[in-house]
């Protein structure tokens, strides 16, 4: 039953609220937040909780993102687009030389094209305004976990993130 709805039984392979219910296994999105806002880190934890989705941690810059990334194996990162030490294009760049099957969604306050291009270039799978509607978000996340899951069922045994 979709845990939203509260008449009836419904499909859970077709709850468009929690469409990790249809999953084998229970599986769902693995997410790392990485952002230098302790606010907004809290805000997307609270979020994706409420949606169903696992957040396996939380980094407060881009090199500690990077460090949790390769320790905690996610699905996908959201990273901030603007952190001190390094911003999420570079970091972003960087953990998909590491990790190139670990979908990254850069969250930004700035709407600006150059931006979201430096982001896509990067290898980032979306560039998100932060304040963004909730169900932008989650359906990024989820879009970007299925991506995910399919490269890593295309990857030989030896080359996927997860061993």
Not at 87 to 93: L, S
């Amino acid at each position: 039953m979709c845990p939203r709805l509260e008449r009836g039984p419904r499909d859970v392979t077709a709850c468009p609220h929690y469409p990790w219910m249809g999953m084998p296994n229970g599986e769902r999105p693995r997410v790392l937040v990485v952002d230098d806002d302790s606010g907004m880190r809290i805000a997307l934890r609270t979020l994706l909780k409420e949606e169903g989705i696992e957040v396996v941690g939380e980094a407060r810059d881009a090199h500690a993102g990077l460090r949790d990334a390769t320790e905690l194996d996610p699905d996908v990162v959201l990273m901030d687009m603007r952190m001190p030490g390094m911003d999420g294009i570079t970091a972003t760049r960087r953990l998909k030389r590491i990790a190139p099957t670990v979908q990254v969604i850069i969250l930004s306050a700035y709407d600006e094209e150059a931006l979201s291009q430096g982001a896509t270039e990067a290898g980032a799978y979306s560039y998100l305004i932060k304040g963004s509607d909730p169900n932008v978000v989650s359906e990024a996340i989820f879009g970007a976990w299925r991506l995910k899951s399919s490269l890593d069922a295309l990857s030989p045994p030896g080359r996927r993130d997860r061993g």
